[in-house]
């Protein structure tokens, strides 16, 4: 067996205290402990050697000498279940299937630790390790599912059940699982005595000896009940019960007197029966003796008194039963009666009766007179006050009745009277410095009052020292109470009528502003806003939330006030919408940098001179669009200096051509893709629509002459053609709605492909409508219309024909993967069918026998067969038009055999009806001319030509992703073969062009013009900040690839660890390098002033904690170690994996001059 210690918080107190005496030194980081570390000793104390065998045993000494053993709390057991009981026998899935997934449940359930391991007997051996109470659930679960169960039962008397039930279930579920059994005990209303227990044999045992054991103590017990008046069971308990206790006491039994409020007069004796019968007879001679000796006296005592008479929990009554012997009859709460029975010896009646007077008149009920409102000031805050009168005497009760001008004192007299006196004296000084006021004030303003988190009834309360009693809302109470002192009253009695009447004065108003301004009025940080609020002090001003998208700004506060607030407010929204005038204006992306200008020279000017916002799009975006904003007039001004910029740069015009507004967005397209192709084609002009909404048909084209005339012609052109649009109708027969639908509507996209995109709807399917919409161009749907009703004759005329074809040569005229019928299909315009194969064509059978002129059918007519027609598996099915049908039939009946390339045959097969073979064979030989034709041009194509061009070019003539040599490629249609890198016996500087001679010749002009253009080119270096580089590469090389692309030059950039991290190169023809140039330094002073505030922010910044420097760690010190003591031993290697091995790793043996140890 095995176990775990676990170290409690007792235990490793007791540690620490056995570890006291030595004094464990930590080694600190200061410089005066640095040069004093703890010696080896003290770090690391020495376990206890050993003990001599002879010796005796002694306590071994040093630190450890004091640590108590502490006791394990995981325990193992070992379970066996024999072959016989297993329940999963199958010896093949040992550690699988069913018995596996049963232990991992019962562990996630349980929380112990399973092992199974198969014995030589077949049996299963279960280890268990875990907490006591984890085990014996496991072993339970364990026997329950894994072992096979029996079942027996025992029967023992039915009011033995629940002694083995036990208190709450506890004794019963404590058995199981001692037993590793099911218990079931029959209900009590179940007459039967028998218990049934379910478990493996030796368990059922065990619980069956446990119950019997059970049943057999109660067996020696017995029970005996006795009648007794119930007046007399206090004499038989004795006063506090003592009597019985007593008894029960003397004799060991258990004795049970019903409680007074029970009426029952039955006394229940439990117990050993000897002991029993002592006890009963005990009882019985006290009954006895008291029903001849005691009498009864009746007497008069108030109701209200019966309470003292009682006592606190009966306590009363007790004590005069210990002092008189006689027991004192109250009668019950709920009756009217007040007659008090004494019952007892005679000559003790009458100290009982004086004893009962006494409790009676010992109590008394008082009341002083009090306003109620001065109640919770007697009271005193947290019941102080009260609290000095309650110490002093404690059995005097005060209650204090709300809405009563009256507090009732209960208690002993005299105690009575003392704190009647002393609450008199407290009315009566409250009532001569305290005074109260009510007010009247609307209750809707009652919330105003009060103020947020009760701040203004708060301050009026602690600076009047007052009390103020507002209603709760759902009382709607205008009545507001203050009491306290007189002075404190009448100043808050004025303060609240001010407040109210100011109230009463005050309105809301609510002000529609767009949220959008919102922020704007609030401003930075709210600064704004809180110049409003100073200006306006009595004003509170209500933003909605942002999340509610209202408009509704609410003010509130005294009339003239709000009146002169909504004015301010109103013009200064005014300001915003002036100012936040927005117009559009697009402008040709190559103009851009001259209206930014050098170092945004242009824009700046433009910017505060016209006294507008201006945005540009960013470098790398495609979007051509500057927006303005600001005053109507000052963005009016702005536009037209910027238009004027591009005018001066550029031959570009404005057009205005007139467009029937209802037309507009059907020019403009989905998501604008009409009227974005008629800007592409038209080299990029402008095409301006009016707003949706104002009724202007002008439509706007800006850009160069040419192109806005060409684009002013194809605008107008698509206006006639979207004026000219109708709708029209026709009707097409439901049972063909199905062949224009199907395929996802493959017919109708054809048609509307082939006649300008005419839309056709056809009625829902289960509709029966026969009505079909065409809408599209007036020619179009006429011309649809047509087409439609073509495919309706076909329809209509469809016939079906049967070609009869021999099974074994369907796979023949289908071709490779049904490549040839799907040909003819489509040639034909027909659908062909071939029939499901025979697989095991049954041979000809002879004809029946007959027997006296009757068939062997028993009677039945026997089908007739003729042997000429044809089997259902050759028929063909052919469907279509007739004429197309029967020239489909005429294809399928020839069939032409090709010999397999490895046979190496000059010889063509064609099968098939006599009259088709002589065109077959006239198809095939024109096929042979052609295919010849194709290989004489073939050998023409394969002209080559070498050229050749110095490698350092080549990288050009291929372009940024082969893009330049691709385009020569596809115009000239040949091949470009560029020399292998690798290759080292070929010549780096041939180019081969493969292709027709004139086309060879073609290209290679083109490459030696990319040539000469290239010799042309200029490389120069320009100094840029490198903290720029990044701005002007853009993500992924977006930005630097359209400057390279518009200025048409290749830009290199120093790569990182350089010597000049700022040259950059640029290449190109001498002008183009030139521009490109000046537009990045005019890049390089934008973005650098954005680097420079960046750079002055990081000043103000927190350093990152990696940033800071840390002190290198000696780690931990010790003195006089054993590898300092001058011997071979020295300090262990940590990176030694065998001074310090990971656990589960095996370690490598030392490798020894003589071989490994043994």
């Known amino acids: 067996m095995s176990s775990v210690a676990v170290l409690t918080q007792e235990s490793f107190a007791e540690h620490r205290s056995g570890l006291a005496q030595q004094q464990v030194k930590v080694a600190a980081l200061n410089s005066e402990e640095e040069n004093d570390p703890p010696t080896y000793k003290d770090a690391f104390p020495p376990l206890p050697e050993k003990a001599a065998c002879l010796e005796p045993a002694q306590e071994p000494a040093g630190a450890w000498s004091k640590i108590r053993p502490i006791k394990a709390s995981v325990i193992t057991q070992v379970f066996h279940v024999p072959l016989e009981e297993r ?42 390790s875990g907490k006591l109470e984890a085990v014996m659930k496991a072993r339970k679960e364990i026997v329950a599912r894994l072992q096979t169960q029996a079942s027996a039962t025992v029967a023992i008397p039915k009011e033995h059940h629940r002694f083995v039930i036990g208190k709450n279930g506890e004794k019963l579920q404590d058995l199981e699982l001692k037993t590793a059994t099911k218990i079931q005990i029959p209900r009590p209303d179940d007459p039967s005595n028998q218990i049934k227990i379910t478990g493996t044999k030796e368990g ?43 008894i029960m006491q003397e004799t060991g039994t258990r004795i049970n007197i019903p409680p007074p409020s029970v009426n029952k007069t039955e006394i229940v004796f439990t117990g050993e029966k000897e002991q029993l019968a002592q006890a009963v007879a005990r009882i019985k001679k006290i009954y006895e003796e008291k029903k001849k000796k005691t009498t009864t006296i009746a007497v008069e005592v108030k109701k209200s008194q019966h309470k003292y008479v009682i006592g606190p929990k009966g306590n009363s009554l007790q004590e005069i039963l210990e002092k008189t012997g006689v027991s004192v009859e109250i009668p019950p709460t709920d009756s009217s009666s007040e007659t008090v029975i004494l019952r007892g010896e005679p000559e003790k009646l009458g100290q ?127 009545l507001i109470r203050i009491e306290g002192d007189p002075q404190g009253v009448h100043q808050a009695k004025k303060e609240l009528l001010e407040l109210a009447s100011r109230m009463e004065n005050e309105r ?76 559009s204006v697009p ?25 507008t916002k201006i945005d540009l799009p960013a470098e790398n975006s495609n979007s051509e669009t500057i927006i303005i904003t600001g005053k109507r007039a000052n963005c009016e001004a702005a536009r037209h200096r910027i238009l004027s910029i591009q005018k001066e740069l550029a031959d570009i015009t404005e057009v205005e051509v007139s467009i029937p507004s209802k037309l507009h967005n059907s020019l403009i397209g989905a998501k604008g893709r009409f009227i974005r192709s008629i800007m592409e084609e038209c080299g990029g002009v402008h095409i301006h629509f009016p707003t949706e909404g104002s009724g202007s048909d002008t439509v706007t084209i800006r850009g160069p002459a040419q192109d806005v005339e060409k684009a002013k012609k194809q605008l107008l052109h698509l206006a006639e053609e979207k004026d000219n649009v109708v709708e029209d109708f026709m ?30 709807s056809f009625p829902r399917s289960g509709t029966q409508s026969d009505k079909v919409t065409l809408k599209g161009a007036k020619d179009c749907v006429e011309a649809a219309k047509k087409r439609i009703l073509e495919i309706i004759e076909d329809l209509e005329a469809q016939v079906t024909i049967e070609c009869t074809i021999p099974q074994k040569f369907h796979r ?138 110095d ?20 115009e000239h249609e040949v091949n470009i073969q560029f020399p292998d890198k690798d290759d080292e016996n070929q010549s780096q500087d041939q180019i081969t062009i493969t292709g027709y001679e004139k086309n060879t010749e073609a290209a290679r002009d083109a490459i030696m013009k990319i040539v000469g253009e290239l010799e042309q080119m200029v490389s120069e270096d320009v100094m840029l900040d490198h903290r720029v580089h990044a701005r002007i590469i853009g993500a992924r090389g977006k930005a630097i690839r359209k400057i390279m692309d518009e200025f048409k030059v290749d830009i290199r950039f120093p790569q990182s660890g350089a010597s000049d991290p700022n040259c950059v190169t640029v290449t190109g023809l001498p002008d183009n390098v030139e521009e490109a140039i000046d537009h990045i330094l005019n890049l390089e002073e934008e973005y650098l002033a954005d680097v420079v505030d960046n750079e002055a922010m990081q000043v103000y910044m927190k350093p990152s904690a990696h940033e800071e420097s840390k002190a290198p760690s000696k780690g931990f010190v010790v003195r006089d170690a054993p590898w300092a003591a001058g011997n071979n031993e020295k300090a262990p290697d940590m990176s030694s994996s065998e001074d310090f091995p990971s656990f589960g790793a095996q370690v490598a043996p030392k490798t020894l001059p003589w071989g490994p140890k043994r």
Not at 741 to 747: A, D, E, K
Request: aromatic content about 6%.
């Open 352 to 478: 009982a009766l004086t004893e009962v007077y006494a409790k009676a008149n010992s109590f008394t009920v008082s009341s002083v007179s009090a306003p109620s409102w001065l109640h919770r000031f007697i009271i005193g805050k947290k019941g102080q006050n009260l609290a000095k009168i309650t110490q002093q005497m404690p059995k005097v009760h005060i209650e204090f009745t709300e809405g009563e001008d009256k507090i009732t004192l209960e208690g002993p007299t005299e105690d009575v009277n003392v704190a009647q006196e002393q609450i008199e004296v407290m009315v009566k000084d409250l009532i001569n410095r305290m005074d109260y006021v009510e007010i009247n004030v609307d209750h809707k303003f009652h919330r105003h009052l009060i103020g947020k988190n009760g701040a203004n009834i708060n301050r009026i309360k602690d600076q009047y020292k007052v009390s103020v009693r507002i209603p709760p809302d759902n009382e709607k109470s205008n």
């Open 812 to 949: 023949s005229i289908m071709g490779p993967k049904g490549s040839r019928i799907q040909q003819i299909t489509r040639d034909y315009g027909v659908q062909i069918k071939f029939p499901d194969r025979e697989e095991n064509p049954a041979p000809a059978t002879e004809p029946a026998m007959q027997e006296n002129g009757e068939e062997s059918g028993e009677g039945k007519e026997a089908k007739e067969t003729d042997p000429t027609s044809p089997k259902k598996c050759d028929i063909i099915i052919i469907s279509g038009r007739r004429e197309k049908c029967e020239a489909a039939k005429e294809a399928l009946q020839v069939n032409i055999q090709v010999p397999a390339p490895e046979l190496r045959s000059d010889v063509i097969s064609i099968t098939g009806l006599a009259a088709n073979l002589d065109r077959a064979k006239a198809g095939l030989l024109e096929r042979v001319k052609e295919l010849q034709a194709e290989q004489e041009d073939r050998a023409l194509r394969s002209f080559k030509l070498t050229v050749t061009v």
């Open 731 to 760: 009707v097409v027969d439901p049972k063909h709605h199905r062949h224009f639908v199907i395929r996802r509507g493959q017919v109708l996209r054809e048609i509307a492909d082939e006649y300008g995109g005419v839309m056709v």
């Open 951 to 970: 490698p350092k070019y080549h990288p050009k003539i291929i372009g940024r992703k082969g893009a330049v040599i691709t385009q020569i490629r596809t």
């Open 508 to 583: 809301t108003k609510d002000l529609i502003i767009e949220q959008r301004f919102h922020r704007t009025i609030i401003g930075q940080k709210g600064e704004r806003i809180r110049e409003i609020r100073d200006k306006f002090p009595e004003v509170i001003i209500n933003f909605p939330d942002p999340a509610h998208k209202s408009d509704i700004v609410q003010l509130r506060g005294p009339k003239n006030e709000v009146e002169k607030c909504t004015k301010y407010m109103q013009k200064m929204v005014a300001d915003l919408v002036e100012n936040s005038f927005s117009i």
């Open 204 to 246: 059922i045992e065990k619980a069956r000896h446990e119950i019997l054991l059970i049943s057999a103590e109660q067996d020696k017990r017995a029970v005996e009940r006795l009648d007794v008046d119930k007046v007399y069971h206090p004499f038989i308990a004795g006063p506090f019960n003592k009597l019985v206790s007593e």
């Open 87 to 128: 329940k999963y026998k199958d010896m093949n899935q040992f550690g699988e299937g069913e018995q596996a997934k049963i232990c991992l449940d019962i562990m996630q359930k349980t929380g112990a630790h399973l092992e199974l391991s198969l014995a030589k007997d077949q049996g299963l051996s279960i280890m268990v």
């Open 587 to 611: 402008i040709f992306k190559q103009f851009h940098k001259n209206i930014i200008g050098k170092g945004g020279a242009n824009i700046k000017k433009i910017r505060e001179e016209s006294n």
